[in-house]
């Protein structure tokens, strides 16, 4: 028999397919001493162990069988499925808004790859239609994969390139952008974009998956759904992350770009907007339901241009004409930058390298009211006469810095660290190299660090921005049977 009748398959477990006669995507009848299965044989990593049986069961999980309890295999063969979703051109439907979607990688775009067992980009942004008919009736689509990678392999580089094309395509008069994207670094991108396309003539949505496109549970295609509801026919004109509400499918949020951050490695209600509340929420049924009342509205097509700003002087000039009309787009970075995450007995050498290597920038995420060890006072002293930038948030994820309080912030800042306000630590990174990529002066930066942008920094924190609730008392309990989870 031939090796692509095994694949994957080595020792014990190629022993017993082949005492049963049972071959890669066979249907099978599995018994076992701990059950019956039935499924689809699949193939097996090519880096796992040589123990275990893979089968695609009826939910369409996929489960491994220890070989040892298998005690019958009755398979039938069956044509070998074609993972690959063939590309659809998109229907034109006149009066629906025009919208283009810019694949980047991601679970929202992936699939299975059967050879090593992982997640892997592969699902053009034509694909997706091809999985997700229902765009068709909300919007007009383009596509266009500008890149295919994991979220954490993006970088300044890919930042800039997306704010180019956001620029491109808001001159040529698109109704929105949607940005398909890798959920781990997801709000990072956000964050830069905001920064790089300020007052945008439209929508731009960020929209990810907690889990990929082949998983029965998978968001994939209702964040898509809502987030080209949302870029065709919202009027909020900022970009945007959006991502399911409640872990139910009732509705998505739309966060803030630069308030938010992914709060739990798995759940598809990952997102939260953090010392705030979103913006809107938003579904196929409603459109879309603005929470804030203050936000950037989109513009009609002949109220439209876009300014390119690359150096400090043309950006305050831009700020001081304060044309409604005009984007700016000010695709800069400086990637000398680092967050430092304090922890006790945090050592001076790891700030040594950073002055040796010529860093310009650091985002300490320091305790309390952001503070850090004596321990570190000389060479914080030492990187500020080296020239770099310090500024500081907190641990806490949600609070404002106050280094007025104690001693231990009125030192650190004596030698030379700025209170970030309550920027989220992700937040003041992601700036404080947008900013350096304009001026390295060190009032100058310091002016554009602390200007809020976009709500990264805000001047009171709502009394509903700051919501953590323990399971287990009387009081949550009773809540919780009264809403959807």
Same mark, same amino acid.
């Given at each position: 028999m031939s090796e692509e009748n095994f694949q994957g398959y080595k020792k014990e477990a190629l022993e017993t397919l082949k005492k049963y006669n049972a071959h890669v995507w066979d249907n099978a009848e599995i018994d076992t001493t701990r059950g019956h299965f039935s499924g689809k044989i699949l193939p097996r990593a090519e880096n796992t162990d040589s123990k275990h049986i893979v089968v695609k069961v009826v939910t369409g999980y996929n489960i491994?069988?220890?070989?040892?309890?298998?005690?019958?295999?009755?398979?039938?063969?069956?044509?070998?499925?074609?993972?690959?979703?063939?590309?659809?051109?998109?229907?034109?439907?006149?009066?629906?808004? %025009?919208?283009?979607?810019?694949?980047?990688?991601?679970?929202?775009?992936?699939?299975?790859?059967?050879?090593?067992?992982?997640?892997?980009?592969?699902?053009?942004?034509?694909?997706?239609?091809?999985a997700v008919p229902e765009l068709a009736d909300i919007c007009n689509l383009d596509t266009e994969k500008i890149f295919a990678v994991f979220s954490e392999n993006m970088s300044p580089k890919e930042y800039i390139a997306l704010a180019n094309k956001i620029g491109e395509e808001a001159k040529n008069g698109i109704d929105g952008i949607v940005i398909g994207h890798g959920t781990d670094t997801l709000a990072h991108t956000a964050t830069a974009l905001t920064y790089m396309c300020q007052n945008l003539p439209m929508p731009v949505i960020l929209v990810g998956s907690q889990r990929s496109s082949d998983r029965p549970s998978s968001d994939a295609a209702l964040n898509l759904m809502h987030a080209m509801?949302?870029?065709?026919h919202g009027d909020i004109a900022e970009v945007l992350v959006c991502m399911f509400g409640p872990t139910?499918?009732?509705?998505?949020?739309? %966060?803030?770009?630069?308030?938010?951050?992914?709060?739990?490695?798995?759940?598809?209600?990952?997102?939260?907007?953090?010392?705030?509340?979103?913006?809107?929420?938003?579904?196929?049924?409603?459109?879309?339901?603005?929470?804030?009342?203050?936000?950037? %509205?989109?513009?009609? %097509?002949?109220?439209?241009?876009?300014?390119?700003?690359?150096?400090?002087?043309?950006?305050?000039?831009?700020?001081?004409?304060?044309?409604?009309?005009?984007?700016?787009?000010?695709?800069?970075?400086?990637?000398?930058?680092?967050?430092?995450?304090?922890?006790?007995?945090?050592?001076?050498?790891?700030?040594?390298?950073?002055?040796?290597r010529g860093y310009k920038g650091i985002v300490w995420n320091g305790t309390g009211l952001g503070h850090v060890n004596k321990g570190m006072f000389d060479v914080i002293q030492k990187a500020t006469e080296a020239g770099i930038h310090q500024y500081m948030s907190v641990q806490t994820i949600?609070?404002?810095?106050?280094?007025?309080?104690?001693?231990?912030?009125?030192?650190?800042?004596?030698?030379?660290?700025?209170?970030?306000?309550?920027?989220?630590?992700?937040?003041?990174?992601?700036?404080?190299?947008?900013?350096?990529?304009?001026?390295?002066?060190?009032?100058?930066?310091?002016?554009?660090?602390?200007?809020?942008?976009?709500?990264?920094?805000?001047?009171?924190?709502?009394?509903?921005?700051?919501?953590?609730?323990?399971?287990?008392?009387?009081?949550?309990?009773?809540?919780?049977?009264k809403v959807h989870k």
């Open positions: 491994g069988i220890d070989v040892d309890t298998i005690t019958d295999i009755k398979s039938h063969a069956v044509p070998q499925p074609k993972f690959q979703i063939p590309e659809k051109e998109f229907p034109y439907t006149k009066g629906f808004p %025009h919208v283009k979607l810019l694949g980047t990688g991601g679970t929202i775009a992936s699939r299975l790859d059967y050879r090593t067992g992982a997640v892997i980009p592969a699902f053009s942004p034509g694909e997706l239609y091809g509801t949302a870029a065709g139910s499918d009732e509705y998505g949020f739309l %966060h803030r770009g630069t308030r938010v951050r992914k709060m739990h490695s798995s759940y598809r209600s990952t997102f939260r907007t953090i010392g705030d509340t979103p913006v809107a929420t938003v579904n196929r049924k409603d459109g879309v339901c603005p929470i804030k009342e203050e936000y950037n %509205h989109r513009r009609k %097509h002949g109220e439209r241009k876009v300014e390119l700003i690359t150096n400090l002087e043309d950006y305050k000039a831009s700020i001081a004409r304060n044309d409604h009309n005009t984007m700016r787009l000010v695709p800069t970075f400086d990637d000398r930058v680092a967050i430092l995450y304090y922890y006790p007995g945090m050592k001076p050498d790891v700030v040594e390298s950073l002055i040796e949600w609070g404002y810095t106050h280094m007025f309080v104690y001693d231990t912030g009125r030192d650190l800042m004596a030698r030379g660290i700025i209170p970030a306000s309550n920027m989220l630590a992700e937040s003041a990174y992601i700036k404080l190299g947008w900013a350096l990529g304009l001026t390295h002066d060190r009032e100058e930066v310091k002016k554009l660090m602390l200007t809020p942008i976009n709500s990264e920094i805000t001047p009171r924190e709502p009394y509903n921005g700051y919501l953590v609730y323990q399971g287990g008392t009387p009081e949550v309990e009773e809540f919780i049977k």
